[in-house]
């Protein structure tokens, strides 16, 4: 299993299993021995058989909607973003969306094509947890993720942009 970045640099064990999206006439394979995540449309399909359990969380591809969890973000241990390749900037927007417009609480991370240079900026989307991809070098993160000491604009870590803190 990999391992999981936690906001302040730190490694640590991910227990959580990315259950893939099962092909046509297939059915969701859960593993019953680790938490996982699932995606978010079948776990809003199965709302009654997942609801409460702490033991599931969802994932949403780059192309899915955020809006389909309205309502039921809270719900959820993790929601995980997936990545698709580092030049797909969709999942920063569904990032914030979670956080700002749907009040997401609980962890809020990153998965796929996650590279080092990514981490501040995911960050600040409201990104708290990053699973970075296999090749990369995990022990760089905690430089990664306070890079810049300060963001000119205002985001999900920070209401008020640079100016108006400057100027208070």
């Known amino acids: ?19 893939p999206r099962p092909a046509e006439g297939e059915s969701l394979d859960i593993p019953a021995d680790h938490p996982a995540l699932i995606p978010a449309d ?4 199965g709302y009654e058989h997942f609801t409460g359990r702490k033991d599931i969380g969802v994932w949403f591809d780059s192309h899915d909607e955020p809006e389909i969890l309205e309502g039921h973000v809270n719900e959820l241990p993790v929601i995980a973003v997936n990545f698709p390749k580092f030049s797909d900037g969709r999942g920063y927007s569904i990032g914030r969306l979670l956080r700002e417009r749907f009040g997401y609480k609980n962890e809020l991370r990153a998965i796929g094509d996650v590279l080092l240079d990514q981490l501040q900026f ?3 989307c409201g990104f708290d947890a ?27 870590d920070t209401d008020i942009p640079l100016f108006r803190r400057r100027a208070s």
């Not at 936690?6 to 259950?19: A, K, L, T, Y």
């Not at 079948?42 to 399909?45: E, T």
């Open 130 to 156: 990053y699973v970075l991809r296999a090749d990369k070098d995990i022990t760089k993160a905690q430089k990664c993720l306070n890079f810049f000491s300060q963001g000119y604009q205002a985001a999900t």
């Open 122 to 124: 995911m960050k600040r």
């Open 42 to 45: 079948l776990w809003l399909a």
């Open 1 to 19: 299993m990999p391992n999981v970045i936690s906001p302040d640099g730190s490694i640590r064990q991910d227990n959580w299993v990315v259950v």
